[in-house]
């Protein structure tokens, strides 16, 4: 089945689809970094560098697509285009990037759709902003639900809620969303997800360098796969006093831990937070700054990040390290994806065999 992923970034959502069985036809971003990470990821998906909030964008696509039938749209749009006073301005046009992801699905009618947010979409505006969506939705002749879901119910080791809507053609089915493969007794928890990587203690490391053990665990060989070389894990020179500062937190603890008078610069929620070996780590973010290794005095790399995002090890992040972390940060895990991409799958094929 083809798909168009629409706000692609580097890919995190399709690559989850394509591990579904899904041909990404093209992904559209106007973030070049990102695109360049898409590219290098998604064998034959075309990188679209365009602005979704364009009509001329809209074109383009078509232009890509050709005569090929798309059977499913999936989207992330960012939210913080939702600057409005309530549902009635919806088609202001600073909401028009979820306008676009609208004006995608009347145009080609696909089976299904995915659009992935941000669990505070679900109460914006008192659920109106959700409502409207859903509405609007229904009116074009789609069954549509929404639900938040949490990755490491399908086997993320983060806990990283997202708002989730699916909308199936109504002449196809009903949306349903993937039953969770763990409990929470059982997540993946970040030492069985980074345990096997080198501890870039006492050298930074390269883009691309050896593994220096076997992996340990299930986990650690799902992500291996057939993958020989160690991409993008490159430890940051930190200055002494962080690493003096970090030092002090223990294991599943933060800024409220350290003794009076150390790490007062940093003091909000997140600040200075060593991941707990034992758990899944928390929601990872597009910075790079707040959360610690659970074992090491250092910010994770981009490999242990994407790890705790449930990329493969073959997944090449490319740019500088902001930009990469920024890829990271902003993905859909692919294991959410492709539990989203089976179910999506088993919907509209149920639907053929019938
Ligand atoms: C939450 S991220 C999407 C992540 C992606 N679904 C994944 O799984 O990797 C949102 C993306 O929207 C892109 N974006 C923001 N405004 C845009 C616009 N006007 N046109 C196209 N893309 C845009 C950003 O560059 C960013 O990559």
Redesign the pocket.
Known sequence: MNAI?L????????RGFMDAGFNIIVG????QA?LNTFARNHNGAKPLN????KQE?FDEIKRIAGEREIDVI?????CQGFSLTGPRNFDDPRNK?YLAVLEMVRQYQPKGFII?NVPGMATMYDGQVKDEVLHRFRNMGYNIECKILCAADYGVPQIRKRLIFMGIRADIGIPKFPEPILDAEHYITCREALDDLPSRINELGAEEDAYTSEPRTAYQEKMRGNCTTLYNHVATAHKQFVIDTIAQVPEGGNWRDLPAGVGESRKFNEAWTRYDGNKPSKTIDTGHRNHFHYQYNRVPTIRENARLQSFPDDFVFTGTKTQQNR?VG???PPLL?YALGRVLCEIIEGKHHE
């Open positions: 992923d706000f692609a970034g580097c890919g995190g959502l399709s559209v971003d106007n973030d990102a365009a602005d979704l909030s964008t999936i989207a992330g749009p960012p990037l992935e890829q902003n993905a859909v994806g």
